[in-house]
């Protein structure tokens, strides 16, 4: 016989409410095991979601059973971790564990130290832990454990300079959207496993002009607080005249960037190639849709009917790389959607002809190894500096002039070559050939032409020869050995000379070597030769830290804007140059 079912709704989990005068009513159910009042409406289905919601472990029989469970048997079925901890309060530990990920999570994300005080994150962290008296830290907890955490990391990367035997820095000033000045610095090194690093040493606000006098003094200032300053090999900076000026003033070698020298390149060549007219034309009929929400949806149901992919245009900016080639690249590729959006509405603009748009492929054409060469120098996990003659003969192979090119492309490939190859000559050239021959990919020096390698060459035995002097050790006054041992010492010495290698058949043996695969890694090259060329290795780790470019300041910028704009900008300098070199060092690490 089937069990009886007990009284009441969903078997005694809920009852009828009684009125003062003794009889039910029907619309309105109080919870047995919570007297929470609920309305009821001849379904069942609001009272199990209560009880799935505010009484997960309590079973109601014969309600939700499987196939193969007996009729007026409950269904079992394992409890969760979350609902055996609902409704108990957070541990201690376990407290302090989430805020020390909170103060993570605003770091590496560069959130708002004001998200503490949001009532939905605190509602989700008591869904989370099944306590629903858990409340968020306070603001000065976070940036107490922020602080703690910035100590810490900070402690790792001190460690990390003191071993280091050379660093590169890169630096640029930033203005914010609260015209609020901002010096961000970059440190850049090869350590003794030929791992290369890159991190930031800080982002400081900075009140004075940026002269070239301030500007040295400030990387200097840095340098001192991190005690790198007799470690320092090359500053890296863009071609801005005061930066140009302080990197004459500064004791370091000074290297320009050569993504700025590649893009600075490119909007010259542009107006003198005569692409200035359907270029003003692109940016008309982007700025139009770009500025109106309206044509935006219009153009993107037009994709749609064309079975493209609804993407926006894209505006070009002359001081954001590569953005007049995504210009033209998604333009085009839209073009037929545009035209058609445009064809429906009332407007004013001109569009680019088919000659045009023909200009605008070869356009494309040529800018797209620009790009390329922009992307490449600008890595941070690779080695770039070596790689910056060979890209620059990339670039100038590609921009040779042919019969079959028109007039336009004769004009912007001249223009180009011209301009790049005056920017090429202010930058650090014996700098860049040293470490072009140091790559064991491209130690041939076929970037150069024959009358220049031989001197390159002459310049590594030289760097080779300080660096040999500067090994030696201080001689000291010794006692004169017992005569029994004299023939010993001259023995040792003898054989010692014969073992030593000139500096001349240092460079030669290295210059014999198989040159590396273009896929292959100098740092784990030279990992691997250390021990036959020992002598060569420190300039190799010198000159193979150094970046090419100062994109690691323009990432670290990037991060500061998140936290130093609208409500974040409450913030005192000192928490934003925490907050943004925590976010920086964790991505290093991951």
Known sequence: MAAAMKPGLLQGKFFFKKLPNGDLDKTKVVCTLCKAELVYCRSSSSLKYHLNAKHPLAEVEGAGASTDVAPGKSRVRQTTMFECNRGKPVSTALSAKLTNLLAHWIALNCRPISVVEDEGLELLLQAATGDPSYKLPARRTILRRI???HTAEKAAKEEKLAGATCVALTGDHWSSVNNENYLGVTVHLIDASWELHSFALGVMKTEERHLAEACARQFLDVANQWAIADKITTIGTDSAPNMIAAGRILPFEHLPCIAHLVQRAIVMSLRDGGFDGVLAKCRKVVGHFKHNPANSDELNAQQASLEQAQESLVQDVPTRWNSTLAMIKRLRRNRDAVHATLSQQSHRLTLPTNAEYEKLAKLEELLEPCRYITELLGGEKYVSCSVVLPALCHLQQAMKISDEDPAYIVRFKAAFTKDLNQRREKTNLEWLKV?????????????????????VWAKLSELVRGEESALQLPKTENPEPPKKKTALLLMASESESEEETPVDNAVERYKVEPSASLDQCPLKWWSEHTAVHGKMAHIARKYLGTPATTVPCERLFSLAGHIVQKRRSSLSPENVNKL??????WKEER
């Not at 072009?436 to 390698?453: G, I, M, N, S, V």
């Not at 943004?580 to 060092?585: G, H, I, K, Q, Y």
């Open 147 to 149: 602080n703690d955490q």
């Open 435 to 455: 470490a072009t021959a140091l790559d064991p990919r491209f130690k041939d020096l076929k970037c150069l032409p024959r009358a220049e390698r031989e001197p």
């Open 580 to 585: 943004v070199c925590l976010s920086d060092w």
